[in-house]
T-cell receptor, first 113, second 115 residues
Framework: AQSVTQLGSHVSVSEGALVLLRCNYS??????LFWYVQYPNQGLQLLLK??????LVKGINGFEAEFKKSETSFHLTKPSAHMRDAAEYFC???????????FGKGTTLSVSS | GAGVSQSPSNKVTEKGKDVELRCDPI?????LYWYRQSLGQGLEFLIY????????KSGLPSDRFSAERTGGSVSTLTIQRTQQEDSAVYLC?????????????FGPGTRLLVL
C-alpha cells in the first residue's frame, strides 16, 4: 500500500526566506510523485512532478523538489518566499501513471512581511 | 483551452436528501476521478473512470455514494440520503492517459454542506 506523510501541518516563513516543505512516501513500486498547491477556494494546481526521469525536478513559481530514493523523500523547496506563495501544499503519490492519487494531509504555508 | 468544470460550486442540503454533483472534464480526457476534501480526512480518492473500462470504486465510503459517466465525458456523483459527515468539497480531475502524461487536472470543486 502507498502512503504519504507531510511533516508539519503549518509552516511559517518570512518573505525572502527559504521555503522547505517535507514529504515522505511509502511505495512498493517506483512511484510517481507530485506536489500540488491550493489557493483559498480554488482547486488544486500542479506545481511539479517526478516520473522517474531527473531526480531534481523544477516546477512553476520557482519551486523545485528532489527525489531521494534512499530517504523515500520528495521535499519541496523555494529559495526565496513571496507573499503570493501563501497557500496549502499537498504531496501525492501514485503507483502507475494515471491511477488514483494518494495525498498527504497538506501543509499550510504562511508568509509574513 | 477550457479546464475541468464542476457544478454547482456550492450546495446546501438537508440531512436525508439526495444530491447530484456534476463534472465536465477537459475535452478528450479519457480518465476522470472524484476526490473528497474534508477537514477531518484530508483529500480522499472516491472513484476513477478510464474509457469504457469498469470504474474503480474502491474509494467510495458507503453504498449511498455512486457515480456514472455518460458517453465517456460528463460525470455525475450522487449521494443518497445525505448525512452531516458528507459535508466536504468534492473535487473532480481528468487526465488524457497519453504516454508520458501523468498529471491530473483538477476542477474548482463543489462545496457541499449538509444541515
Amino acid at each position: 500500500a502507498q502512503s504519504v506523510t507531510q511533516l508539519g501541518s503549518h509552516v511559517s516563513v518570512s518573505e525572502g526566506a527559504l521555503v522547505l516543505l517535507r514529504c515522505n512516501y511509502s511505495s512498493s513500486v517506483p512511484p510517481y510523485l507530485f506536489w500540488y498547491v491550493q489557493y483559498p477556494n480554488q482547486g488544486l494546481q500542479l506545481l511539479l512532478k517526478y516520473t522517474s526521469a531527473a531526480t531534481l525536478v523544477k516546477g512553476i513559481n520557482g519551486f523545485e523538489a528532489e527525489f531521494k530514493k534512499s530517504e523515500t523523500s520528495f521535499h519541496l523547496t523555494k529559495p526565496s518566499a513571496h507573499m503570493r506563495d501563501a497557500a496549502e501544499y499537498f504531496c501525492a503519490v501514485s503507483s502507475q501513471a494515471g491511477t488514483a492519487l494518494i495525498f498527504g494531509k497538506g501543509t499550510t504555508l504562511s508568509v509574513s512581511s | 483551452g477550457a479546464g475541468v468544470s464542476q457544478s454547482p460550486s456550492n450546495k446546501v442540503t438537508e440531512k436525508g436528501k439526495d444530491v447530484e454533483l456534476r463534472c465536465d472534464p477537459i475535452s478528450g480526457h479519457t480518465a476522470l476521478y472524484w476526490y473528497r476534501q474534508s477537514l477531518g480526512q484530508g483529500l480522499e480518492f472516491l472513484i476513477y473512470f478510464q474509457g469504457n473500462s469498469a470504474p474503480d470504486k474502491s474509494g467510495l465510503p458507503s453504498d449511498r455514494f455512486s457515480a456514472e459517466r455518460t458517453g465517456g465525458s460528463v460525470s455525475t456523483l450522487t449521494i443518497q440520503r445525505t448525512q452531516q459527515e458528507d459535508s466536504a468539497v468534492y473535487l473532480c480531475a481528468s487526465n488524457p492517459r497519453l504516454a508520458g502524461e501523468e498529471t491530473q487536472y483538477f476542477g474548482p470543486g463543489t462545496r457541499l454542506l449538509v444541515l
